[in-house]
């Protein structure tokens, strides 16, 4: 499984485009990048995975680069509801390995 | 659309005590996890089963047992609680365990005293 880095933490006025990068060096071939986001109390929810080059879903953009030692999430006009934390992970059929770090906490405010 | 279910959503122990958690998942998926959030931690993974019948350790199994009922119940037990394992835990599923999203139930908050 990767291992992956991202900030522990981020700001953000209501109405910005914000971007998360990850970064993930020893990404592996088979390796997907994946997002979850997580709300106090609350399991984490799925947002969006990608192999490579760009994927946008109703929720967000993910940017890979060709190397993909890299991603970068991108949440367009993010609200107050936004606030929450993003996990990063890169992972190839291996969930019994599954583990996600500390994440990036945004804290959105007006 | 129940989704993922865990009971109990609270629960507090003393020292010693036993108790097993319970999950349920009604999206007919192969694959369910159980992972434990310490405050300002991430998730650890503690088990998981790729399917009925089968369970696998995760990072941190040590304490916990667990019994995959059938396809669609996953149960954590704590033999002998122990204040280190005061924490929020959350089961998960998936369709077959690797790439594709998890699903997470709310979790359920433990304290031992």
């Known amino acids: 499984l990767a291992k992956t880095t991202q900030p522990i933490s981020m700001d953000s006025y209501e109405g910005q485009e914000v971007n998360i990068t990850c970064s993930h060096n020893?990404?592996?071939?088979?390796?997907?990048i994946t997002w979850y986001q997580q709300f106090p109390s609350q399991g984490p929810r799925f947002i969006i995975q990608?192999?490579?080059t760009k994927v946008t879903n109703e929720v967000a953009s993910l940017f890979i680069p060709a190397d993909r030692k890299s991603s970068t999430l991108s949440l367009p006009r993010v609200s107050l509801s936004d606030t929450a934390v993003y996990y990063c992970?890169?992972?190839?059929?291996?969930?019994?390995?599954?583990?996600f770090g500390t994440g990036t906490r945004l804290q959105v405010t007006l | 659309n129940a989704g993922v279910t865990q009971t109990p959503k609270f629960q507090v122990l003393k020292t010693g005590q036993s108790m097993t958690l319970q999950c349920a998942q009604d999206?007919?998926?192969?694959?369910m996890y159980w992972y434990r959030q310490d405050p300002g931690m991430g998730l650890r993974l503690i088990y998981y089963?790729?399917?009925?019948?089968?369970?696998d350790k995760g990072e941190v199994p040590n304490g916990y047992n667990v019994s995959r009922l059938n396809k669609r119940e996953f149960s954590l037990r704590l033999e002998s609680a122990a204040p280190s394992q005061t924490s929020v835990y959350f089961c998960?599923?998936?369709?077959?365990?690797?790439?594709?999203?998890?699903?997470f139930g709310s979790g359920t908050q433990l304290s031992v005293l």
């Open positions: 999206m007919n998926h192969n694959s």
């Open positions: 990608g192999y490579k």
């Open positions: 020893n990404i592996a071939t088979n390796d997907y």
């Open positions: 089963s790729a399917s009925e019948g089968t369970t």
């Open positions: 998960a599923s998936s369709e077959a365990g690797g790439d594709e999203k998890l699903f």
């Open positions: 992970l890169a992972l190839t059929g291996t969930a019994s390995k599954l583990t």
